[in-house]
């Protein structure tokens, strides 16, 4: 009797895996299309253990994804819309080309629409689900607004990026949810804290749009992601402006100015929104007057730990001071400052802040206004300055928001060099990074900056004065030496007469000792053990020794991901040893810079 059992490769990763290819044919979708769908359903290649097993023992590399998902793929209704495009294309073709331009214009009246809500409520069932993933969202919807119209990109689509992340952005200054900000290269790093869920991202800087070859950036597949994006922010919008009290879409509380009769209603709310100085219109009135109340911990139960409460209770503390950060202090922006985000972090923060009629809609007050506290400019000098204000650089704004406190202003007056602008997301960092010395002096208040003190020009200076110092005090104390020999003759005889009587008594102790410890070597028969150094030389070699027979105790199937650890660890040293290197030599440049220009200006004296 024959016994028949599965043939090769219908087992296994054979059987788990399948190519690009063999999902195209089996979807009956073009490649475009599939990218679409798969981007849509959050679907992406899998990598498999045995690679020559799940390609059925082909060579080379494939795309492979799971069968699971393509079966997943299969039900979705989203594919008919995608069969239903590429039909209305053939039409829109076929009737263009016999210039039959009655029926494109009913095509085009009754084009196909693709609708992803169900698709996010597929993905995100929960409203903090959708939190936890809107990093991306958010950062990739921020570049999008700030783009011109491009080919492969839908008309409407940066507007609708704008819009909407100038709604998240009301409701994070209604929420008073910022905890950290940043500056760099690539723009302003924002993090927040909503419903419990850390969200962070960018937003680049105001440049004018470069525009890009086609190899370089794919926007036909970054416009997908987007497409989805920005049903799912919509969603997000709506849920936070429920929660916050607040109507949507976004009203203005007070838009009875005069300006409004120049211009279109939707356009006039639409800039004054966009402004990010005036607060929204709340759904109950009522409920806004309700202040925060004070902060209670719950205790589940008696095993916590003390210190861990007392500490998460001086944290939630320090944020809710936080945020009335800049309560009762009035900005003014000058022209040179970028205005959106420093508008965003101030009112974040309960400041109040304006600009320039001219600059940009929305202005509260004037650059003459007395009540103004702080005047944020980025230029040397200015020809009017009133007595009544700080004229502080933007970077004082950004370092008192990660330090939790209103820093000093001298530091950050006009014209004035900047300290380092140190980065807030490095709390929970690796062992083997690089911090600057500026970073270590500020968490460890006894560590010194050995060639950054700020003291080291004063020292420098003052060596002539230290010198005339020491000459007055050699002088007096030849005049006082002579006065005082009579006196410590005295005081020598007494401290003698006391040496020897401590001896004494001390001589009278050891003979105790010694004697007690005669009596207690009778009673033992153990013999006492004898002292051996240690070698250092010895102790290290076995220890490496010890490493080594560890390392040959690894499984095989994990050598590779040891190896590759270990290498990670030699390049992470490496780096760290150049970044010192570069920083010594910086120093070193700095301190001979400083040298010549004390040397000029004693010159010059």
Known sequence: MAVFGKKKYQS?????????????????????????????????????????????????????????????????????????????????????????????????????????DH???????????????????????FLFSTFPSLSHIPRDQSLLCRRLTIEFLHAVVAAKALRKVFISIKGYYYQAEIKGQTITWIVPHHFCFEPQAKNEVDFKIMSTFVEFYIVMLGFVNYRLYNTLNLH????????????????????????????????????????????DEEIELDQFSNETDATKIEAARVEAEKKQKLKTLFKGLKFFINREVPREPLVFILR??????????????GATFDESDETITHQIVDRPSLSTQYISRYYVQPQWIFDSVNARELLPV???????????????????????????????????????????EADSDEEDNDDKSDNEEEKIDANDENNLSSGSDEENEEEEEEEEEEDDNNMQIEKEKEKEKKQAQLQKKKKMKVQTGEI????????????????????????????????????????????????????RVHDTKEKEKRKEQRKANMSVK
């Open 12 to 116: 296994g990763e054979g059987a788990q895996f399948i190519t690009r290819r063999a999902a195209l044919r089996k979807l009956q979708l073009t490649l475009n299309d599939f990218r679409k769908l798969c981007i849509l359903k959050g679907i992406y290649p899998r990598e498999p253990r045995n690679r020559k097993r799940a390609q059925k023992g082909d060579t080379g590399i494939k795309t492979l994804y799971h069968i699971k998902d393509i079966q997943f793929l299969m039900h979705e209704p989203i594919i008919w819309k995608l069969r239903d495009y590429k039909i209305f294309n053939r039409r829109i073709g076929r009737a263009k080309a016999m210039k039959d331009f009655a029926k494109v214009k009913k095509y085009l009246s009754n084009h196909p629409t693709l609708k992803l």
């Open 119 to 141: 698709i996010v409520k597929e993905r995100y069932p929960t409203f903090i689900d959708a939190l936890r993933d809107l990093d991306d969202c958010l950062t990739l919807c």
């Open 248 to 291: 949507y879409p976004p009203k203005l509380t007070n838009i009875g100015d005069i300006e409004k009769t120049l211009v279109d209603e939707e356009a006039f709310v639409s800039e004054r929104i966009s402004a990010l100085n005036i607060p929204l219109v709340n759904l109950d009135p009522s409920a806004s007057a309700i202040e």
């Open 348 to 361: 974040c923060f309960g400041g109040e802040v304006s600009w320039d009629k001219l600059l940009f809609v």
């Open 410 to 452: 001298n530091k950050y007056l006009m014209g004035v060099v900047l300290p380092p602008h140190l980065s807030p997301f490095t709390e929970n960092r690796q062992d083997q990074t690089y911090i600057p010395p500026e970073e270590r002096a500020l968490m460890d208040p006894d560590y010194k900056l050995n060639d950054l």
């Open 532 to 583: 051996v150094k240690e070698n250092p030389w010895e102790k290290a070699q076995q220890e490496r020794q010890e490493y080594r027979l560890r390392e040959k105790m690894i499984k095989k199937k994990h050598r590779k991901l040891y190896k590759s650890m270990m290498k990670g660890r030699q390049d992470r040293a490496k780096q760290i040893w150049l970044l010192r290197k570069k920083r």
